[in-house]
């Protein structure tokens, strides 16, 4: 119960903040004034479903890694700060539909979450590296969305794309429930990888692209105060 009154008092405060930030844009994480509600359908050849921009980078010795953990723009500078990530790139994954766009997802009428595919080399940082960041990055306690964000389209996740990556994802989800520092079970599901939609341009890169706003709804959804307090003894 103390929880959700937490939950509720942190969306409540997360609006007001967006809202004075962004303009009342009609959805949190509008852009600069730019409505969502307003986009046009994307073009189904825009984004192949099991493959990022380039495919034949992997041929080249890089490997490849999903996660889920709410909002996408916050996903992305964990992974981006690590030696040997070549890209971030943010999307949508877990969902029947077809090319989604971000109006149908934000807005729950899709089965898709929003996630982030990340190209790394495996010679410079492993994949048990990528997951501790992971780990570091959002609520695992927490299925029903993430911080302010609420609903199955903000929902966590490990989406991995070979038995190796399951075994360690597997292994690491354990540790993780033995030792700490999370009270609550460890909930955030591993799958295999589904189909990947790449996210809208002005999705891409935003934390580097609008620093202010990022910063103002890192802050203000609640994930940054979690997530110092949860590791501030690391």
Same mark, same amino acid.
């Given at each position: 119960?103390?929880?959700?009154? $937490?939950? %509720?008092?942190?969306?409540?405060?997360?609006?007001?903040? %967006?809202?004075? /930030?962004?303009?009342?844009?009609?959805?949190?994480? +509008?852009?600069?004034?730019?409505?969502?509600?307003?986009?046009?359908?994307?073009?189904?050849?825009?984004?192949?479903?099991?493959?990022?921009?380039?495919?034949?980078?992997?041929?080249?010795?890089? +490997?490849?890694?999903?996660?889920? #953990?709410?909002?996408?723009?916050?996903?992305?500078?964990?992974?981006?700060?690590?030696?040997?990530? %070549?890209?971030?790139?943010? #999307?949508?994954?877990?969902?029947?539909?077809?090319?989604?766009? *971000?109006?149908?997802?934000?807005?729950?009428?899709?089965?898709?979450?929003?996630? $982030? &595919?990340?190209? *790394?080399?495996?010679?410079?940082?492993?994949?048990?590296?990528?997951?501790? /960041?992971?780990? !570091?990055?959002?609520?695992?306690?927490?299925?029903?969305?993430?911080?302010?964000?609420?609903?199955?389209?903000?929902?966590?996740? $490990?989406?991995?794309?070979?038995?190796?990556?399951?075994?360690? /994802? &597997?292994?690491?989800?354990?540790?993780?429930?033995?030792?700490?520092?999370?009270? &609550?079970? $460890?909930?955030?599901?591993?799958?295999?990888?589904?189909?990947?939609?790449? +996210? &809208?341009?002005?999705?891409?890169?935003?934390?580097?692209?609008?620093?202010?706003?990022?910063?103002?709804?890192?802050?203000?959804? #609640? !994930?940054?105060?979690?997530?110092? !307090?949860?590791?501030?003894?690391?």
């Amino acid at each position: 119960m103390f929880r959700n009154s $937490i939950q %509720v008092f942190a969306a409540l405060f997360f609006a007001l903040l %967006v809202a004075f /930030a962004v303009g009342c844009q009609p959805s949190e994480h +509008a852009v600069n004034g730019q409505d969502p509600q307003s986009e046009q359908p994307r073009d189904t050849t825009s984004a192949d479903g099991s493959q990022l921009s380039n495919p034949d980078l992997e041929s080249e010795g890089l +490997a490849r890694a999903t996660f889920a #953990g709410g909002c996408f723009w916050c996903m992305e500078p964990p992974f981006d700060r690590l030696d040997g990530v %070549v890209s971030t790139t943010s #999307g949508y994954t877990d969902g029947p539909e077809q090319a989604p766009t *971000y109006r149908e997802v934000s807005s729950g009428q899709t089965g898709h979450t929003e996630a $982030i &595919e990340v190209l *790394y080399n495996p010679d410079i940082v492993s994949y048990e590296e990528l997951l501790d /960041a992971f780990w !570091r990055a959002h609520d695992p306690t927490d299925l029903g969305g993430q911080f302010a964000d609420r609903g199955s389209q903000y929902r966590p996740g $490990i989406y991995t794309h070979n038995e190796l990556q399951r075994e360690q /994802a &597997e292994t690491s989800k354990a540790e993780l429930e033995a030792n700490g520092p999370f009270e &609550e079970p $460890i909930v955030t599901p591993i799958k295999p990888a589904q189909p990947f939609w790449i +996210a &809208e341009e002005y999705h891409q890169d935003y934390y580097q692209k609008n620093p202010g706003p990022y910063q103002r709804y890192y802050e203000g959804s #609640g !994930r940054k105060g979690f997530l110092e !307090r949860t590791w501030a003894d690391e």
